[in-house]
């Protein structure tokens, strides 16, 4: 098993306690070590006349010192992760991501202390997802709104966007650990392009002669071929494959609702775009589900440029 620690940024914000709360489940049930990190924004190692001589002092810092006494109350009611806290200075968008080269998982609130009231992601969340070499679980503020019904039937859900034509085997991989874990089915979304249209002279749009059901059946049944090997790994995780037409963000958004966990891949490095980057449907997912959303990386051995969600 590995030993790499789960990993809550916090900044005495009321989402950094709840993206703490999520870390110490995540600690719990992996039995992994929980690392508090808190990074101070304004170091005096970037101005340029001043040298420090080393890290910042961890029993010096007051929101470290509040999540210390918030946890040390938890002891007398139930088993804690050994938890370990520390002091960085820097920039919290360039700092964040660098930790997730030695974590399991990175956690932390959709906004900081000070995000604007109006943005629904922070510049260090947006950053983390992007760039950290890990997955990383964004928890979003309670009360969010989604469009659409409710789970068809009661119980915990892991919703995971597949895409039919590039499938993303780390993402799914990380969404059917995940149930395992937490005693829950995994809800698998594969959407389908939908109506699809094709131009005509002069200048027409015109619906072509497709069959909507053989392009949902086809869906469906690349999505199954996929999950078969989770489910010779994961013998105990229901999955159900949904396919629907239309907007994969949209679907996973709705989904989110009363979910566990919403799990979307990041976008693997292109040739001519080299830098790391998110799709669409991913940053749209962070932005708008009502439940925390895991971003996977994808695996940094592989280069070949694929398409993910």
Not at 63 to 76: G, K, M
Not at 192 to 210: D, E, N
Not at 243 to 266: F, I, N, Q, T, W
Request: hydrophobic content about 45%.
């Amino acid at each position: 098993m590995s030993s790499a620690p789960v990993i809550a940024a916090v900044d005495g914000s009321e989402d950094s306690r709840r993206a703490l709360e999520w870390a110490l489940d995540a600690a719990r049930r992996r039995a992994a070590e929980l690392r508090v990190v808190h990074v101070r924004q304004y170091a005096a190692w970037g101005q340029a006349d001043v040298l420090v001589a080393g890290p910042p002092d961890v029993e010096g810092d007051p929101v470290l010192d509040e999540v210390r006494a918030l946890l040390r109350d938890r002891v007398e009611h139930r088993a804690t992760p050994t938890v370990e806290y520390v002091a960085l200075e820097g920039v919290p968008g360039a700092v964040l991501p660098e930790l997730g080269a030695d974590a399991r998982l990175l956690v932390l609130g959709s906004r900081g202390r000070g995000g604007f009231a109006s943005l629904l992601l922070g510049s260090n969340g947006l950053a983390a997802a992007r760039d950290a070499a890990c997955p990383v679980v964004v928890v979003p503020r309670p009360g969010r709104e989604v469009h659409g019904d409710g789970p068809a039937e009661p119980g915990p859900r892991v919703v995971v966007g597949v895409h039919a034509d590039t499938p993303d085997e780390g993402t799914l991989d990380f969404a059917f650990t995940e149930a395992a874990l937490r005693d829950a089915r995994v809800q698998v979304i594969a959407a389908y392009p939908w109506p699809v249209q094709t131009w005509s002279a002069p200048g027409r749009l015109v619906p072509p002669p497709i069959d909507r059901d053989a392009v949902e059946s086809e869906t469906r049944s690349l999505a199954e071929g996929f999950l078969a090997p989770q489910r010779e790994r994961h013998p105990g995780v229901r999955a159900d494959v949904e396919a629907l037409p239309g907007d994969a963000a949209g679907h996973l958004v709705a989904a989110s609702k009363d979910a566990e966990l919403v799990v979307v891949g990041r976008h693997r490095r292109r040739l001519l775009a080299p830098a790391r980057m998110m799709g669409s449907v991913t940053q749209a997912v962070l932005l708008h589900a009502a439940s925390p959303v895991a971003v996977v990386p994808p695996p940094s051995t592989q280069d070949t440029p694929r398409s993910t969600l």
